[in-house]
């Protein structure tokens, strides 16, 4: 993982590198990360990185102190059930906007994603489920009709991206996590914008609840 001098401030940039493997879980709770050693993997001095973990350290991702240096903190468990509590709340809401926005092209598009998802269940392509999971809900968060809404929901998408992807490999929840989709869209479908809610909401929970159960696994 070398950093590009392409674009952009070489601070920014060795941040999101160090954000995103936080976030990936490539760097787990507990982890030290010292400036010399993110310096050299990295490819970069030491000033950036220095500027980046100060960063890091102020959205709680890592942890200064002057004896250890940083300490990768990452998501912690009470993080984790507030943003699903959170997500629960926020993707309802999403959904049932995107009920009464979308057009029939944009219903048509979601569908798609649905009945595509549905044919790889049948090859049991875990890969392109994976994918096609995250495309239904960004789809759904463009078409809620709000850009704040669009960005807060990614981003916390993108916080627990490592806890996802352990949640849709437990047994079965690809399969349920499919058919919870399809619920959802045919709620869209008929622009019933209070079942779309309901529906995402409950989604969201039992995704929860498949999370919680494989950590604790």
Known sequence: MVISRESGSLESRVYEALEDAILAGEFKAGTPLTELGVSEKLGVSRTPVRAALHRLDEEGLVELSPNRGAVVVGVTGDDLVDIYRIRMRLEGLASAMAAEKMTEEDKKALRDKVELSEFYIQRRDTENIKELDT????????KSGSRMLCKILSDLHRSIR????LSLSA?????V???????ILEAI??????EAERLT?????NAMKSTLGAIDN
């Not at 495309?135 to 463009?142: G, T």
């Not at 047994?171 to 399969?175: K, V, Y």
Request: charged share 40%; aromatic share 8%; net charge neutral.
């Open 177 to 183: 996590s499919v058919r919870e989709h399809r619920e």
């Open 189 to 194: 479908l008929r622009s019933d914008a209070a």
């Open 135 to 142: 495309a239904f809900h960004s789809e759904i968060y463009k």
């Open 162 to 165: 490592a806890y996802r992807k």
């Open 171 to 175: 047994e079965g929840r690809l399969e």
């Open 201 to 205: 909401a409950l989604h969201i929970e």
